[in-house]
């Protein structure tokens, strides 16, 4: 598999589960990053988590990072429908900060 | 909030024609970057840029491509002589720092080439 790639590749909740997306990367970073898109559209940038830090809260998101397994997971809590979206991970390399993208989760959050 | 713009947002150009794609990064911010993704497929770092210079660029970013940034607000990707695989959505980012910082994009060109 290739630096930064997520797991599942599509998940469906209903609105008010949690959803659990899980990142794995091959070399060592300096950082996570957390991107949400909606369809088609630009990335907003959702969360940071730096090598030396094991979990993040940013209102309902949670991510954790895993250095020894070289995973991350972001979990979103209480889905909403308008959370329904694809999710990236991407890894932060080198001295540019060059971002290293996942393919993508798509959620879908039913009503 | 400053966030990162992006003109346009849907471009069509013919083969072999020069295209300008247009960002105005956050104010604030030091650190360029593009990115593109082809449809379907994962989001690609093309190069980064810094104090009027590249960073550093990818296999990706060949003689075709070239950045500038002509003026303290503007940064530009230029795409020499467009061919039909360089049809992708082109993403501009700006961060403050380099290293452990956040990158914000912006909304993206969708570049058709026809």
């Known amino acids: 598999s290739q630096q930064g790639e997520e797991d599942p590749q599509a998940l469906s909740i209903q609105e008010g589960e949690n959803a659990t997306m899980n990142c794995s990367y091959k070399t060592s970073i300096n950082n996570l990053q957390w991107y949400r898109q909606n369809s088609g559209r630009g990335l907003v940038h959702l969360i940071l988590?730096?090598?030396?830090?094991r979990e993040k809260h940013s209102g309902r998101l949670r991510v954790t990072l895993d250095t020894s397994k070289k995973s991350s997971s972001l979990l979103i809590t209480a889905s909403r429908a308008a959370d329904t979206a694809s999710y990236f991970c991407a890894s932060g390399t080198g001295a540019n900060s060059k971002l290293t993208f996942g393919k993508g989760i798509t959620l879908s959050v039913r009503p | 909030e400053p966030e990162v713009t992006q003109t346009p947002s849907h471009q069509v150009t013919q083969m072999g024609q020069e295209v300008i794609l247009r960002c105005v990064p956050i104010?604030?911010?030091?650190?360029f970057y593009w990115y593109r993704q082809i449809l379907g497929q994962k989001v690609e770092f093309l190069v980064s840029?810094?104090?009027?210079?590249?960073?550093?660029k990818s296999e990706i970013f060949d003689d075709q491509f070239s950045v500038e940034r002509p003026d303290g607000s503007n940064f530009t990707l230029k795409i020499r002589s467009t061919k039909l695989e360089d049809s992708a959505m082109y993403f501009c980012a700006s961060s403050l720092y380099q290293g452990n910082t956040e990158a914000f994009f912006g909304q993206g060109t969708r570049l058709t080439v026809v």
């Open positions: 988590i730096r090598s030396n830090e």
């Open positions: 840029f810094y104090n009027n210079e590249i960073s550093e």
């Open positions: 104010s604030n911010h030091l650190y």
